[in-house]
């Protein structure tokens, strides 16, 4: 079975502080996928990566950054958090020539 | 116009009952097809793939695809309390990887005992 996952379920962080959320695939997967999630907004694509060291902007990527130096691993950094990044964030993966993506269980992150 | 059109319902029913879940699409181009089951507090999981029109099957699941209409659906027969998550479709354009999904935004089911 496919597993990604996430290095923490909850996270509470103040206002500006720099906060690393990280994703790990088991599977080999070239692409990996940031998004968050939030009431009424559903899922929101902010980065993905289609190889190492490669990213693409999503549909909301400001304020957030990525790094991918290795296959399996793909981090998102939020360089000063705000209020407003106050979400559930789900890191997803899936093989090249294939549509189906894999969810990790997600990071609840509360900026305060 | 929203690429992905889903009621987000709360929906509500008996278990037992047949239960029916849509999404409406603009783009004509998507081919690919699915449908992804949220548990509260947890990851979505994929439940169901389709590749262009036609049906279907597994389980108690039967995944729909009217690409004339541009419209996809989800049928749960025998529903049981433990299928109440959030349900999402998705679709994708060609198989290249290089496309992301286009999620609906999730419609929630509660399946009464």
């Known amino acids: 079975d496919v597993k990604v996952t996430q290095s923490s379920r909850y996270l509470v962080k103040r206002t500006g502080e720099k906060v690393f959320l990280e994703c790990v695939q088991d599977?080999?997967?070239?692409?990996m996928f940031w998004y968050r999630q939030d009431p009424g907004l559903g899922l929101r694509l902010i980065y993905f990566?289609?190889?190492?060291?490669?990213?693409e902007k999503g549909d909301i990527p400001e304020g957030y950054s990525v790094s991918r130096e290795k296959k399996e691993r793909f981090s998102l950094i939020l360089e000063s958090a705000s209020t407003n990044q106050t979400s559930m964030y789900l890191c997803?993966?899936?093989?090249?020539?294939?549509?189906?993506?894999?969810f990790g269980p997600g990071t609840r992150l509360l900026v305060l | 116009q929203k690429e992905v059109e889903q009621d987000p319902g709360p929906l509500s029913v008996p278990e037992g009952a047949i239960v029916s879940l849509n999404c409406t699409y603009s783009?004509?181009?998507?081919?690919?097809f699915m449908w992804y089951r949220q548990y509260s507090r947890k990851g979505p999981e994929l439940l169901m793939y389709?590749?262009?029109?036609g049906n279907k099957e597994d389980g108690r699941f039967t995944a729909q695809v009217d690409k004339s209409s541009k419209y996809i659906s989800l049928f749960i027969r025998d529903s049981q309390p433990s299928d109440s998550a959030t349900y999402l479709c998705?679709?994708?354009?060609?198989?290249?990887?290089?496309?992301?999904?286009?999620f609906g935004k999730g419609t929630r089911l509660s399946v009464i005992a």
């Open positions: 997803a993966s899936s093989s090249r020539g294939k549509e189906t993506q894999y």
């Open positions: 599977m080999d997967h070239e692409n």
């Open positions: 990566s289609y190889d190492v060291k490669m990213k």
């Open positions: 783009n004509s181009a998507f081919q690919y």
């Open positions: 389709t590749y262009s029109s």
């Open positions: 998705a679709m994708s354009l060609f198989l290249s990887g290089n496309t992301p999904l286009v």
